[in-house]
Every structure is written in C-alpha cells, then in structure tokens.
C-alpha cells in the first residue's frame, strides 16, 4: 500500500539511525549521518515539508528503530461506533493515541478515552492489529502498529478534550470524514464485523 519513495526513505533512516546508536568508527558515523540526511531530503523532495522539521523529527529518534504502538478504541452502543472530531484536521476518528512509556495497551486506551471524550471504560478484547504499511493509510514519515480494541463504557459521559471537538456515535454507513492518518474506512467496517459476531477471531495484518 506504501509509496516506493517512501518505504525506501524509511529503510535508509531505520538503516542510519541503527548506525548511529551502535557504531564506533568515527568514520562510519559520518556515513550514517549522511545516510539520515539522504533519507531527509527524500522526504522533504516528495512531501515539501522543510527539511530541517524532518530532520528534527528523526534526529529524536536513538537506538535501533521499530514500529511505533498506536491504540485505538472501538466503542458500540445501540449498533453505533463512537468516534472523536480532531482538532488537527478537523476529520473524525477511533479515541487513541501513541502508547505511553510505562502503560500497558489497556492502560494507554482507558486513559486516551477518558481524555478525548470523556468516557470511563474497561478493555474487553484485542480486536485487531494492523501494520499501517498494508492499510490505505497516507504517506507517513514512520512505520506504525496499530492497535485495536474494544472496550465497554461503565461511566463518565461525553465530553471532548484538548485534542478534540466532538465526540459522536456513528453508523456503519453514515461515517463522518475519517482521519484517514488514524482509522481507515476499511478498519472502522472491519471492526463492526465484531459486533455482529463477537467470537470472530482477532485479526493480524
């Protein structure tokens, strides 16, 4: 699903910043740096974000590099989803974020949910786990998991926070605009597939 373009910037970058954090040779460390900055201006050529806010992006980045965890909430009610306008893009998506340093994926979903919209939950079942490169995900500069999971609502009520407007249930077929960097079309059907028949095996992939 990855543009070419992309896939190889990432590899040249993973490939670098793998360099960087184990390498000795005073030498070798200048040919990572220049391989991360080729992979920068690949980046910066095809998407015409500043060079220097690349850089910085992956100049964070130590060690060797991985998938990043994103988690994701499914919430039903009354055969609706429950999805979260964003303040980013104004577009709608599944409550979640990045999964934090020292929180499990449960612990990372409830406490996302409770601040994007408000809702107290508990974490029922992985639902699914997908690799963003096999998604129709846009172009992004960084290799995710994502994880989604369903989870069931016992208080709280609907309230948005700092990244969100709006928080809203949904039909299957009257979705508003996706945030389409966070949840696909594709995903959201996929996961009412669990509401229909609950013992449906966890899908990978």
């Known amino acids: 699903m990855e ?3 992309l896939e190889w910037a990432k590899r040249i970058q993973a490939l670098s910043q793998a360099g960087l954090a184990f390498s000795k040779d005073v030498y070798d460390i200048e ?14 050529d095809h998407t015409g974000i500043e060079k220097e806010k690349i850089y910085r992006l992956f100049a964070n980045e130590v060690g060797y ?16 989803i429950l999805l979260v306008q964003e303040n980013h893009d104004q577009s709608w998506s599944l409550p979640g974020g990045f999964c934090d340093v020292g929180l499990s994926p449960s612990e990372n979903i409830i406490k996302e949910i409770k601040e994007e919209a408000g809702y107290d939950v508990i974490t029922k079942k992985l639902l699914a786990v997908c690799d963003t490169h096999k998604h129709a995900h846009p172009p992004q500069p960084y290799h995710y998991y ?8 016992i208080g709280g009520s609907a309230n948005s926070g700092i990244e969100t407007n709006d928080v809203q249930f949904f039909q299957k077929n009257h979705l508003p605009p ?19 028949d609950p013992e449906k095996e966890t899908y990978f992939d």
Request: positive net charge.
């Open 178 to 196: 996706l945030s389409k960097n966070r949840n696909t079309e594709a995903q959201i059907h996929m996961l009412f597939g669990y509401l229909a």
């Open 31 to 44: 040919r990572y740096e220049e391989l991360r900055k080729i992979s920068v201006e690949i980046m910066a």
């Open 146 to 153: 994502k994880l989604f999971i369903h989870c069931e609502i």
């Open 3 to 5: 543009h070419k373009w």
């Open 65 to 80: 590099q991985t998938p990043k965890l994103d988690v994701r909430g499914a919430i039903f009610q009354n055969d609706r």
